[in-house]
């Protein structure tokens, strides 16, 4: 059977440790935890699952970090998470069935990893990374700051997940310091890192700059189509924010170059239209919206509720402005039925019954 080294970084992560390792250690034949200076009881916590326990002086490079742990790792399999990562039983069972099929020519295994959920715990952001690498494809992490290792030769897919919890909120401005450390020694970064750095900066208000560099990524065409794509809406974003809705719209427009519409980018438009009250408009693109078809296995963010439960239930709304009472009940139940729990299903619901 094909073994497996979880390999970790942490840095002051007593509180969520052994929940991420409780959750993965029957799947790992080896667990590697490397600190990167704690000041808590993160590595007391990591010897209670393993001897495997790394001292690493932190340089601001995760790349760094994460093939420091790689190197460690001696089974077949690397895999790795983060301390605030956990897997949820039915994902384990998924992997643990893997490992018995695992062959010995895959390089790299992709699993999803959900890291936003809705009330009832649904995952509202998800999208693939790579987890399992073998460990001696030669494959390693590259980047400072959102490292990725892009996935080469025997690449799989599997349906099982990462679930992303955080108990508390982390440094919130660690990223950008990183970004902005290399930029200041003179190095110069990278599309993808041109991309998160333009995001970066839009969750510091930083719209104008954000703005900026995301045109700039998107004329030299280098960066990767799904990031491409993102950039569009991230553009359209930060051009709203700063009260350019016309100019907005054009950034949406520019991702259908990158090929037929997401239905998150249908959305957006349609949420354009909707602002504009033009709701014959918006009908359309989230009508178009519910055909699109999820395409996952692409590596881009993927917004589940685009897919069926935000355009059902905006055109809900937008059949009511446009007269169409029976329509606009019709989707708001499509909406419930996909999401029984919906506060603004159920306070639709009992609108309609007020008219009554």
């Known amino acids: 059977m094909t073994t497996i080294s979880l390999c970790m970084i942490v840095r ?49 490079d995760f790349s760094a970090a994460r093939n420091f742990s790689f190197s460690k790792a001696t089974q077949d399999f690397c895999l790795w998470l983060d301390a605030d990562d956990i897997l949820e039983p039915e994902d384990l069972n998924i992997l643990l069935s893997l490992k018995a099929s695992l062959t010995a020519d895959t390089d790299v295994v992709m699993l ?28 390693r992490f590259q980047g400072a700051i959102h490292e990725t290792i892009a996935p080469a030769g025997v690449v799989l897919y599997c349906e099982a997940a990462v679930t992303h919890r955080k108990l508390k909120p982390g440094d919130p401005n660690r990223n950008l310091r990183i970004f902005e450390k290399l930029l200041s020694e003179g190095a110069g970064l990278s599309p993808r890192e041109q991309f998160y750095y333009a995001r970066e900066l839009t969750y510091h208000g930083k719209d104008e700059k954000a703005a900026d560099i995301l045109r700039s990524y998107l004329d030299a065409g280098q960066g990767w189509v799904e990031n491409e794509i993102e950039a569009c809406r991230t553009l359209s974003q930060c051009l709203d924010r700063l009260g350019k809705p016309k100019e907005s719209l054009l950034a949406l427009l520019q991702s259908l170059q990158f090929g037929p519409p ?34 996952d296995a692409s590596g881009g963010f993927v917004i589940p509720d685009c897919y069926g439960y935000i355009p059902d239930l905006q055109l809900c709304v937008c059949h009511y402005r446009l007269g169409n009472l ?16 919906s506060q603004a299903v159920l306070y639709n619901r009992n609108f309609f019954n007020s008219l009554s």
């Not at 990893?113 to 001696?136: K, M, V, W």
């Not at 329509?327 to 419930?336: F, H």
Request: proline share 2%; hydrophobic share 35%; glycine share 4%.
């Open 112 to 139: 999803r990893y959900h890291t936003a959920f809705d009330e009832a715990g649904n995952p509202t952001f998800t999208y693939y990374r790579e987890r399992l690498i073998r460990r001696l494809s030669g494959l």
């Open 262 to 295: 997401r239905a998150e980018l249908c959305c957006d438009i349609g949420l354009y239209f909707f602002r504009q009250e033009d709701f014959t408009t918006a009908s359309f693109w989230y009508e178009l919206a519910l055909t699109c078809k999820r395409r």
């Open 12 to 60: 002051n992560e007593e509180e969520v440790l052994a929940r991420c390792l409780n959750s993965a250690q029957s799947l790992a034949d080896e667990i590697v935890i490397v600190d990167t200076g704690s000041t808590d009881h993160t590595k007391e916590v990591a010897r209670q699952y393993t001897d495997s326990v790394y001292d690493f002086a932190w340089t601001d």
């Open 326 to 341: 029976a329509l606009a009940k019709e989707y708001n139940e499509r909406a419930g039925r996909l999401k029984p729990e």
